[in-house]
C-alpha cells in the first residue's frame, strides 16, 4: 500500500474530505482495466464540464468549487483535440494522478465504496388531469427563491403536507401522470419525460426540493421483510406500492409518506429527444459515463475510476471497470466512496439501474500542478 501523501490546496477538492476518506497515490497502470477503457469517450464527456466551468455559468445545485488545477486541465482541455483513444488517454494520464479513495471506518458502512443507478424515466403523461392521470407534478413554488446551493435550503411541507395539499395555492400541477409510485419515481430520478398522447415529449427538469431528508422506500421494505434483499428490484417495488394500494389510509401511499423529501420540476423545450437529461452540474448527462456523487466533498467534473462486478441486463455479474465524470448529485449520495451511476432514459435502463446497490473500489484522479500545455 503507498504511504498517504499530504495534498496542495492546488488539486484537493474540499477540506472534508479529510474526515470521510483517505487518499492513497497510485499509478495507471495499478488501475484495474484502465488500458481497457474507451479513453476517448471519457474525455468527450469529461470535456462537457470543461465547456460548461468556461461558460462561468452557475450550476443547477452548487458544490465545491472547482480546484485551481481543475481550471487550469480545463484551459488546456478546450484547445486539446485528441481523434482517438491513445490519445485522450495521453492527455488524461498527463494531466491527473490517480488517487485510492479508502472510506474511514464510520464514515462510511462499507469497507469498500457504495454503487447504485439512476436513470431518466419515460412515462405517459396528460397536461389536464384525467381518469388515467391520476398524480400531478408540481412546480417550484411561486413564492420559493430556489437555492441550490450546500447550506442553504429552503424547508418547505413534508411529502404527506404537500399530498394533502399544503402548496395546493403555492403551485401548480406542470403535468398528470399515472399514479403516486410513478411521480415518486420521477421525484427520486431527478428528470424525465413525458410522452403526452399527441406524441409531443415534454422534458422535465429538477427546479428544488422540500428541505426534507431523503428515506429509501426500497430499505424499508428490505428491512421489514416484505420483499426479500435478492428479489428487491425497480419492477418488484412499483408493485409492491400498486398492490398495497395508494388511496388515504392505504400501505402503499403510507410508504411513499415515508419519504418526506419532495422534488419540483420545470418544464424545458431546449433539449431534443436525442439528448440526456441535464444534471446538477448543468451539462447533459452521458450514460455509463455521468455520475452522481456528494457535491459537499467533490466538485463537479472530477473524474473517477470505478472498478466493481455489476450485474448486466441478463442479471450476471460482470466487471465494470471505466472512467465516469462527476456530473451530478443527489439527496441519498453521501460519503467520499459514493456514487449513482446514470444508465440512460426509458425502461431498459430503470431495469439495469435498479439492480445496482453494489460495492466498488473507487479511484479519484485529481489534476497535477504545473503541467503546462502538451
Known amino acids: 500500500m503507498a504511504a498517504s501523501i499530504p495534498l496542495s490546496a492546488e488539486n484537493l477538492p474540499s477540506p472534508e474530505?479529510?474526515?470521510?476518506?483517505?487518499?492513497?497515490?497510485?499509478?495507471?497502470?495499478?488501475?484495474?482495466?484502465?488500458?481497457?477503457?474507451?479513453?476517448?469517450?471519457?474525455?468527450?464527456?469529461?470535456?462537457?464540464?470543461?465547456?460548461?466551468?468556461?461558460?462561468?455559468?452557475?450550476?443547477?445545485?452548487?458544490?465545491?468549487?472547482?480546484?485551481s488545477a481543475f481550471q487550469a486541465f480545463c484551459a488546456v482541455?478546450?484547445?486539446?483535440?485528441?481523434?482517438?483513444?491513445?490519445?485522450a488517454r495521453a492527455l488524461i494520464e498527463r494531466y491527473f494522478a490517480p488517487w485510492r479513495i479508502e472510506p474511514i471506518a464510520g464514515a462510511n458502512p462499507y469497507d469498500r465504496g457504495f454503487l447504485t443507478g439512476y436513470y431518466e424515466p419515460e412515462v405517459a403523461g396528460s397536461l389536464?388531469?384525467?381518469?388515467?392521470?391520476?398524480?400531478?407534478?408540481?412546480?417550484?413554488?411561486?413564492?420559493?427563491?430556489?437555492?441550490?446551493?450546500?447550506?442553504?435550503?429552503?424547508?418547505?411541507?413534508?411529502?404527506?403536507?404537500?399530498?394533502?395539499?399544503?402548496?395546493?395555492?403555492?403551485?401548480?400541477?406542470?403535468?398528470?401522470?399515472?399514479?403516486?409510485?410513478?411521480?415518486?419515481?420521477?421525484?427520486?430520478?431527478?428528470?424525465?419525460r413525458i410522452r403526452l398522447s399527441d406524441g409531443r415529449l415534454l422534458r422535465l427538469a429538477y427546479a428544488g426540493r422540500n428541505g426534507h431528508p431523503y428515506?429509501?422506500?426500497?430499505?424499508?421494505?428490505?428491512?421489514?421483510?416484505?420483499?426479500?434483499?435478492?428479489d428487491m428490484s425497480l419492477a418488484r417495488l412499483k408493485q409492491w406500492v400498486r398492490d398495497n394500494g395508494q388511496?388515504?389510509?392505504e400501505a402503499g401511499r403510507a410508504l411513499l409518506r415515508s419519504n418526506r423529501s419532495y422534488v419540483f420540476y420545470k418544464a424545458i423545450d431546449n433539449l431534443t429527444e436525442t439528448q440526456g437529461p441535464i444534471g446538477g452540474e448543468g451539462v447533459e448527462l452521458t450514460p455509463l459515463?455521468?455520475?452522481?456523487?456528494?457535491?459537499?466533498?467533490?466538485?463537479?467534473?472530477?473524474?473517477?475510476?470505478?472498478?466493481?462486478?455489476?450485474?448486466?441486463?441478463?442479471?450476471?455479474?460482470?466487471?465494470f471497470r471505466r472512467l465516469m465524470i462527476a456530473q451530478d448529485t443527489g439527496t441519498a449520495i453521501v460519503g467520499a466512496a459514493r456514487a449513482d451511476i446514470f444508465y440512460g432514459t426509458g425502461d431498459k435502463a430503470g431495469a439495469l439501474a435498479g439492480d445496482i446497490r453494489h460495492t466498488g473500489d473507487f479511484y479519484v484522479l485529481l489534476p497535477r500542478t504545473g503541467v503546462g500545455a502538451p
Open 17 to 67: 474530505l479529510a474526515a470521510r476518506a483517505r487518499l492513497y497515490e497510485t499509478t495507471f497502470d495499478k488501475l484495474p482495466g484502465f488500458a481497457g477503457d474507451d479513453h476517448l469517450a471519457a474525455w468527450m464527456t469529461l470535456r462537457k464540464s470543461c465547456e460548461r466551468l468556461s461558460e462561468a455559468a452557475p450550476s443547477i445545485r452548487i458544490g465545491q468549487a472547482p480546484t
Open 77 to 87: 482541455a478546450l484547445t486539446a483535440k485528441p481523434t482517438d483513444a491513445r490519445a
Open 128 to 192: 389536464e388531469r384525467s381518469e388515467a392521470f391520476q398524480e400531478p407534478i408540481l412546480s417550484l413554488p411561486d413564492d420559493i427563491a430556489y437555492t441550490s446551493s450546500i447550506t442553504s435550503q429552503p424547508v418547505l411541507p413534508t411529502r404527506e403536507e404537500i399530498d394533502k395539499g399544503a402548496l395546493a395555492q403555492r403551485t401548480r400541477p406542470l403535468v398528470w401522470v399515472r399514479d403516486g409510485i410513478e411521480a415518486f419515481m420521477i421525484h427520486v430520478q431527478g428528470s424525465a
Open 215 to 230: 428515506t429509501s422506500i426500497g430499505k424499508i421494505l428490505v428491512d421489514t421483510g416484505a420483499i426479500a434483499a435478492a
Open 247 to 249: 388511496s388515504e389510509g
Open 289 to 319: 459515463r455521468s455520475i452522481a456523487v456528494d457535491r459537499g466533498l467533490w466538485h463537479y467534473g472530477l473524474p473517477f475510476w470505478i472498478d466493481a462486478d455489476l450485474p448486466d441486463a441478463h442479471g450476471r455479474s460482470k466487471p
